[in-house]
């Protein structure tokens, strides 16, 4: 692997024996619209692959089959495989997709199975390093036991297929469920500057070495919360989405970002951004958007 070109912020995470940088890549918009079909410029999105796992030196990348689907794993086998021995590539499984886009629940343990095995063909892989199991629906998690559906993950994980578990989309109760039956290493769940739910959550995963993931950065904003993200992105000459990225680094340690872009340049913005060093003012500035 070639020595990064930008220095990439906030340093390593280590997910169980997997060393990762804690600024990651989520794949997803490389599909096109709506997630489903191929890009619209395949050679682009093979080109912000290569950036990001070879050229930047980024060792954490988020994906799942049900992309496309079939689609951002494919194109990450063309872009990187053979796989550098640092990269650790992360997928989802518990969800499928239908025609008409939607994502379906697909949680039962035939359907596990084969979304794990569907996941190591379309990356070629004998193993891999890191599932996350999907919980709730399209509206956000949901209440409910996870134990039949994390079993066969765990089965599959004493069969040599999977070196990790996580959750994602999950309640505070389904992370502690998870626990009861095998350590994780990870949870992904949309957090924010305006969505604070997880926010003891978070902290109680700190002081447990496991990571926190947060998806959709910006998501959920008001336009009186968007004035004050603005308001400190002006003051710092920088973006809204830097700043936001820069809060969630400084959040806590066990945060890792997987900011996704079909774009490049738009990848080194997010890289740079996120290295922003945000004073005790606009720290508390920013606290004050989610609550």
Same mark, same amino acid.
């Given at each position: 692997m070639s020595t990064p070109s930008l220095s990439l912020p906030g340093g390593t995470w280590t997910l169980g024996d997997l060393t990762v940088t804690r600024f990651g890549y989520g794949a997803m918009q490389l599909a096109g619209p709506w997630v489903m079909g191929p890009p619209a410029d395949r050679e682009g999105a093979l080109a912000v692959l290569r950036e990001a796992a070879v050229d930047l030196g980024i060792t954490h990348i988020d994906t799942s089959d049900a992309y496309g689907p079939r689609v951002t794993n494919e194109l990450i086998r063309e872009a990187l495989h053979p796989y550098p021995e640092s990269l650790h590539i992360v997928t989802k499984v518990g969800a499928t997709r239908d025609e008409q886009g939607g994502w379906p629940t697909a949680r039962r343990p035939e359907d596990l199975r084969r979304q794990v095995h569907d996941n190591?063909?379309?990356? *070629? =892989?004998?193993?891999?390093?890191?599932v996350n199991l999907r919980l709730g629906n399209a509206e956000g998690p949901q209440p409910g036991s996870l134990a039949e559906a994390f079993e066969t993950l765990v089965e599959l994980q004493q069969q040599g297929l999977i070196r990790h578990l996580g959750v994602s989309n999950a309640t505070e109760e389904q992370v502690t469920e998870a626990q009861s039956i095998a350590p994780i290493?990870?949870?992904q769940n949309m957090y924010n500057l305006a969505h604070r739910?997880?926010?003891?959550?978070?902290? *109680? =995963?700190?002081?447990?070495g496991v990571a926190y993931v947060p998806f959709f950065p910006l998501g959920?904003?008001?336009?009186l919360q968007s004035s004050a993200l603005s308001a400190v992105a002006a003051r710092l000459k920088?973006?809204?989405m830097s700043v936001a990225l820069a809060w969630l680094l400084q959040r806590s340690p066990n945060i890792l970002l997987i900011p996704?872009?079909?774009?490049?340049?738009?990848l080194r913005e997010n890289i740079a951004g996120a290295g922003l060093?945000?004073?005790?003012?606009?720290?508390t500035e920013l606290d004050d958007i989610g609550r």
């Open positions: 190591l063909k379309s990356l *070629r =892989l004998d193993v891999l390093d890191l290493v990870c949870v739910h997880d926010d003891k959550l978070i902290d *109680r =995963l700190a002081t447990e959920g904003f008001t336009p920088a973006t809204p996704g872009t079909s774009s490049t340049a738009h060093s945000l004073s005790h003012e606009d720290l």
